[in-house]
């Protein structure tokens, strides 16, 4: 089997630096999967709270939930390298589309096996199908991602994953509102109570994923950096990718942790009392916090002049107050305001550069949950919420940071990348087991905030390990 010469790729390429016009189109076209599947990720925070009422389940037991989905993410990235690692780079034999129309299928049928599961009130079934759907998700992310930071310069790729990655919280911020209202309001009003609330919405989206696998398979996407690659490991011999894999591990975990808690912690009498559906909609605006923060990222990790970046920098936040104020009024905007405040001044902090800012804003999210777990009330709840705004950028800079000068391998780093949503699986339920032993949710938030720790190690020091410093830097 032929290998790949590391001068074909796209960074030595003229030709394609040249033709990086000619990507926007398929730039945009990715969004759209990144929108869909931020879209379905968030649900589980519904179905949470839900199967817990559904089947009196325990902290522990309810976090399975996140453990199924996101343990099919390990096995199915497993089974990716396990291939690529003996018979060659998957992706580099059927193409970036395929892996996406192979995923959007896969993602399909799991969502379809609601319906019997809901039926038949097991909550095992419900597990099984989101394990299916991670599985499609998955190979979504292993083709999505990489072929995301390819489509133009590598220096500005954590620009381009953050902004694909704002349509992922794009998808977060509205999946809360509607799922809220669907499964805890409109399915109980007309009679489907607990597990039955869930049938139609997973249907849709079963519908969905069907629909945009047929439009992904007949529209046209560039060949780029596809090709066959040697059997072997070859993505293990970089020591940046090795402490990436953790950091995403870690980042992922955290991130996950905190957005699967809110409703509960909310709920709670000593932080602000709230039932699901109003706290529902408090994971919204956590959400919410990512997707302006993506989008700054995107701008200030971007190649536009500092001027226009200081404009967008200040106009996103902008917008999203404006929104926020029209939706909830000013009672609700006066406890955010001081955190997107906070927020652009770290990204002037940052320098546009990726691993700084990384550290930065994994370091403000431990303090905001050391501040959550010493302090309750107003302030711990508010304090949980606009992790949201600093955890942004965590996935798409440690990502592209691990994929940096890894050449024709990026298909395998990804997948070894993806692996690691495996945290979003484990620290989870270990959240929820401290909390059950502890019978403190508060504390249980020491869970995520060793995890940030090591995210802020990695935009420290972590992603330079390994290699020349005039690369690193």
């Keep these: 089997m032929a290998t790949l010469s590391p001068s074909i790729d796209h960074t030595l390429n003229p030709s394609l630096e040249t033709s990086r016009s000619s990507h926007r189109g398929s730039f945009a076209i990715m969004t759209v999967l990144f929108f869909m599947w931020g879209f379905m990720t968030v649900f589980n925070d519904i179905l949470i709270p839900r199967f817990k009422e559904a089947f009196t389940l325990s902290y522990f037991e309810a976090m399975l939930v996140q453990f199924a989905f996101f343990g099919a993410y390990f096995i199915g990235s497993l089974l990716y390298f396990i291939i690529s690692a003996t018979t060659g780079d998957p992706i580099a034999r059927i193409g970036y589309k395929n892996g996406v129309v192979i995923g959007l299928l896969i993602s399909a049928t799991g969502s379809a096996i609601f319906w019997p599961a809901a039926s038949l009130a097991s909550y095992p079934m419900f597990l099984g199908a989101l394990f299916v759907v991670g599985l499609g998700f998955a190979m979504l992310q292993i083709a999505a991602n990489p072929y995301v930071t390819i489509l133009g310069p590598e220096k500005t790729a954590s620009s381009r994953l953050n902004l694909a990655q704002g349509f992922n919280s794009l998808g977060t911020t509205i999946g809360p509102l509607i799922g809220g209202w669907l499964i805890f309001q409109y399915f109980a009003k007309t009679g489907a109570h607990g597990a039955d609330s869930v049938k139609v919405p997973y249907l849709i989206f079963s519908i969905v994923f069907v629909v945009i696998a047929v439009i992904f398979y007949f529209i046209h996407l560039p060949h780029i950096g596809e090709g066959k690659v040697e059997p072997g490991a070859g993505a293990l011999k970089y020591p940046h990718v090795v402490l990436g894999i953790i950091a995403i591990f870690m980042y992922v975990g955290g991130e996950v942790s905190v957005g699967s808690s809110i409703i509960n912690f909310l709920g709670q009498k000593s932080v602000a009392n709230l039932d699901a559906v109003e706290a529902s909609k408090y994971v919204s605006l956590f959400w919410g916090g990512m997707l302006m923060g993506r989008f700054m990222g995107a701008v200030e990790l971007s190649e536009l002049t500092r001027r226009n970046k200081q404009i967008f920098l200040a106009l996103i936040p902008l917008a999203g107050l404006l929104i926020l104020w029209s939706v909830r009024g000013w009672g609700f905007v006066q406890y955010y305001f001081p955190f997107l405040i906070l927020c652009w001044a770290l990204f002037q902090l940052g320098q546009s550069r ?59 780093v990804s997948s070894l990348l993806v692996m690691a949503i495996l945290g979003g699986a484990i620290l989870p339920p270990m959240q929820g087991a401290v909390a059950d032993y502890t019978k403190n949710l508060q504390l249980s938030y020491i869970v995520p905030l060793i995890a940030y720790l090591y995210v802020a190690f990695y935009g420290l020091y972590g992603h330079r390990v390994g290699r020349p410093r005039e690369i690193a830097a």
């Design 354 to 412: 990726a691993a700084r800012t990384l550290m930065i804003f994994a370091l403000t999210v431990v303090t905001l949950l050391l501040a959550a777990i010493l302090v309750g009330g107003t302030v711990a709840m508010w304090c949980i919420v606009a992790i949201g705004l600093f955890t942004s950028i965590g996935w798409s800079n440690t990502f592209s940071l691990a994929l940096e000068g890894t050449g024709v391998l990026k298909s395998q």
